[in-house]
């Protein structure tokens, strides 16, 4: 029996200054309310072109191989491991953080020999770092997390890419929180595999998730001696249905590629560059705002911070259970408590899309204010 | 660049008459258009638990395990064949369509080692079928498709699943087509694992597909002497976000969710038998009605076709490209072609959820009529 009593959809308004899902733009919303037409209408295939043009823009990219997993982020994750990471196959895991770890586990899955670097979490790796890992494991692929959503800590990849280079191994790199909202950057960079989401930087509703492979790496794809063990995620039989002829792989959600189309639409009338600073912006507000509160940022050195998700310790003596509680009660605002070995000890906050703005920190700032 | 001139969706207007994405419920719309909340907003864990309590409803089961898999039917499909379906272990698949070979597919990726009862596409299997394939293969699972897609047949399954359940081989049906617009019957029939769609009988957009897993499937899964290779779709993993204390596994889509719980609204308040009656009728209607425009049924014996997915051999010298083209460019009416071996050969109609009606039957009748 569905209990709801009205048996509509009626949800709390919500502010979600959270790690993600994060506040979905208006006209995402509005376009989700469209009719939906069918997998191969010509209008349909037009806008799937078109998002996949917004993403290239997003992810700093000329890859023709960049499309949409019908799935969340995870399933994003486990395609550019279970496509790219071969069973016996060494693979090198840049490790400080809750999705380094889901990283790790899927290659596990694989049947790969999996090496890890560990580094507390919140930390990043230098150069140093990746030339010594790199030189000793020999990988066949090198994977780090650009913007490790656990931690709040971000790191380019500059300095492992082109050490991984130097070894001929393959790039993959965790842009799920990046996009959209940081200098993701792939070709500039030297990324061979990204993938990402939608309910982040985006500002869509999750369900749809971003990937992007190079030339070099699809090549390698297609050499594949082995099929992967998965057939819903092969990228090489999924990328058929987003070039002609359009072979039918799986049934795209409509609602779910309009909403990306807008979030992109958005992306490109601000201006990635300006949408990045504005970002920028309004991390550093909140991480003066909140330290003035009397929290401490995880992340020590700003340049290592991700500018729209900040992971902070409150103050001695605050709950920070009951600091949720409060601000979503009083509030409607939603912000994160974390995971794994940081659970209890830090809070994440997101000022993302519609949210990263001068304003809508100030009131955050305020919110929280009142309820320490 | 995003060339859409107004860079806002505005999609045409179509009549889904194909074999999904079908029509979407109007209230499915609305509640798309409601601000999401977090997953763990209790709002949302309420949303939740009502869809899984319609569908139970829907899949006519008692199953605590029903639960969403984040992506599309194919997803779910992958999810019930790469945790129930070993490496090495023994699979008995009933074969007369696309899915099925798309089940095969993916139980060879999983390295099983598959055995095939072939049909010729549009037939069903008998119980003296089912009795000498399965006492011959000794299987440790049974597939098949309960509605199959690709050529509009349908069988319940019971002949099936008794002659499994003596041989103590688990069962495994695709439910994609047959959930929410005819029998499903999971616990009468005594199907083990049954996955589906959003998109066909339950009238939501795609991108969140239902499964259900009986207690002893349940507990195979849980006595599996190695993981699945994938994590994404791990069920024992997954399953723990859609109970208490509800541990992070993906981000759900909550206007997914939105989505389904109105399609399960609106099979609640119509009564499921009710419905499934009208789509009875819908199809009993076109089938007549298509017969006297010179169309000739696929599956020859009506009790074997799917209600609300009926596949037609269109009159000698008529071109189904041509045919969907003019009623996709005169009425906005989208009906499908036919995949692999039947491709050219038969238009698949599916009248289902807000079409399932004697007027809709007739417009489109009206619109073949003017079209052949």
């Not at 919500?14 to 208006?26: C, I, N, Q, S």
């Not at 550093?284 to 998700?309: C, M, S």
Request: charged share 20%; proline share 6%.
């Amino acid at each position: 029996m569905l209990t709801t009593e009205t048996k509509r959809i009626a949800p709390p308004k919500r502010l979600m200054y959270g790690p993600g899902p994060a506040m979905v733009e208006t006209r995402a919303y509005e376009a989700m309310a469209q009719p939906i037409v069918g997998i191969f209408d010509p209008y349909f295939l037009e806008i799937m072109k078109e998002i996949q043009a917004g993403l290239r823009q997003a992810f700093g990219t000329e890859n023709e191989k960049t499309f949409m997993i019908p799935g969340g982020g995870s399933g994003a994750m486990e395609a550019a491991i279970a496509n790219f990471v071969l069973p016996g196959s060494k693979v090198a895991i840049f490790a400080a953080g809750h999705f380094a770890d889901r990283i790790t586990l899927m290659a596990q899955r694989q049947r790969a020999n999996v090496a890890r670097l560990e580094r507390p979490w919140g930390e990043t790796f230098s150069e140093t770092d990746a030339r010594e890992f790199i030189k000793q494991e020999r990988p066949d692929v090198v994977t780090f997390v650009q913007a490790e959503t656990s931690t709040g800590a971000y790191q380019s990849g500059r300095n492992i890419t082109a050490v991984a280079r130097e070894h001929g191994a393959l790039v993959i790199a965790d842009c799920v929180t990046s996009l959209g909202a940081m200098p993701v950057e792939l070709d500039a960079i030297g990324i061979d595999v990204a993938f990402s989401c939608s309910q982040k930087g985006l500002s869509c509703p999750a369900g749809l998730s971003p990937i992007s492979i190079s030339p070099t790496a699809w090549e390698f794809l297609l050499k594949r001696p082995e099929l992967p063990y998965t057939w819903y995620l092969d990228l090489a039989i999924m990328a058929k249905y987003f070039e002609a002829p359009h072979v039918y792989h799986h049934t795209p959600s409509a609602p779910l590629y309009y909403a990306m189309h807008q979030g992109l639409a958005a992306i490109e009338e601000e201006g990635l560059r300006n949408r990045w600073e504005r970002h920028r912006r309004a991390g550093e507000q909140l991480i003066t705002g909140v330290q003035k509160l009397g929290f401490e940022p995880l992340v020590k050195n700003p340049a290592d911070r991700i500018w729209h998700l900040t992971t902070l310790k409150p103050p001695v003596g605050l709950d920070e259970v009951q600091l949720r509680q409060a601000l979503l009660t009083r509030y409607g605002i939603e912000i994160a408590g974390a995971l794994g070995q940081l659970a209890g000890k830090v809070v994440r906050i997101g000022t993302m899309g519609p949210l990263a703005s001068e304003d809508s920190v100030t009131f955050l700032l305020d919110a929280l204010a009142a309820c320490i």
